[in-house]
């Protein structure tokens, strides 16, 4: 029996990263489009380039999700498939990826689709426990519970919501308020959702109560990832904050990928936990 990973590339995890010999990892790529101009987000990318494309393009910027039929022949890849996506209410991976998990049935694949309800941190969070499951020896089946059983949570602090909101990801009134009196607002992913936290005024005081927030949630956050776009000072600032607050809290930096850098924009950051 042959077991994988399968996340998509909202996921800021190049496969290499959790290169392991239980299973195979694989990332399904989103592409980012500005104007006429395809970005896939592979290991190719480069999100710095990507950030100096948005800054100068006037023209009309979106994302498209991965085909069924990308997933498809992911899946066909491995007896046994966890894959894990975005939220299904940020895009439409979710539910390419069940099309898919729904057709390869059929041909005896063994497929677990799960909805992050999140992005970034949360999805790796998920994969690496996944990975310590099939180390304990623990059946699909049991894995597929466990993970389900586990909650995930994610706060985030952004710096710019034009492409949230030009998207519909974000409220529109949220976003232009937060834009025009230079709020930085504690938002999270609430059931899948973005949710607003609280309203602040400065990034300073956003991340610090980002940091004050994270025991509301009842999470244990024994696990943190950082996920930072082009900002690794303050996000390694904010590392040593969580670490000095909680104890015996394993942190890790993460750079955004593409969608994520594109979404979050410059200077934004996302921490994901237990």
């Known amino acids: 029996m042959t077991y994988q990973i399968v996340l998509d590339s909202a996921s800021d995890i190049l496969a290499s990263e959790l290169d392991n010999d239980l299973c ?3 990332i399904a790529p989103l592409v980012i489009k500005i104007g006429h101009a395809d970005f896939v987000d592979d290991e190719n990318l480069d999100p710095k380039k990507l950030l100096e494309e948005m800054s100068l393009s006037k023209e009309k910027q979106t994302t498209s999700c991965p085909s069924p039929d990308t997933f498809i022949n992911l899946f066909k890849e491995a007896d046994y498939t966890f894959c894990i996506t ?3 209410k940020l895009s439409g991976t979710y539910n390419a990826a069940l099309l898919a998990r729904d057709i390869v049935k059929n041909d005896g694949y063994n497929v677990e689709v799960f909805d992050s309800k999140a992005v970034a941190g949360v999805e790796r969070l998920m994969a690496l426990d996944i990975l310590k499951y099939l180390k304990e020896g623990l059946s699909f089946a049991d894995i597929v519970a466990k993970i389900k059983e586990t909650k995930y949570e994610l706060l985030f602090v952004l710096s710019s919501f034009d492409n949230l909101v030009k998207n519909g990801r974000m409220n529109k009134f949220t976003g232009i308020v937060a834009s025009l009196f230079s709020i930085r607002p504690l938002f999270c992913a609430c059931d899948g959702e973005i949710t607003l936290v609280k ?5 300073t005081k956003a991340l610090d109560s980002l940091v004050d927030e994270m025991p509301n949630l009842k999470a244990t956050f024994s696990d943190v990832v950082i ?3 082009d900002n690794y ?3 390694n600032n904010l590392a040593l904050k969580i670490k000095n607050k909680y104890k015996d809290v ?4 993460s750079p955004t990928r593409g ?13 994901s936990f237990r």
């Not at 309203?199 to 990034?203: G, L, V, Y």
């Not at 394993?250 to 930096?253: D, I």
């Open 24 to 26: 195979q990892v694989k």
């Open 86 to 88: 975005i939220s299904q």
């Open 199 to 203: 309203k602040i005024r400065t990034i």
């Open 227 to 229: 996920t930072y776009c």
């Open 233 to 235: 000072d303050i996000a």
């Open 250 to 253: 394993n942190v890790t930096l």
């Open 259 to 271: 969608l994520t850098t594109f979404y979050a924009n410059k200077g934004g950051i996302i921490v």
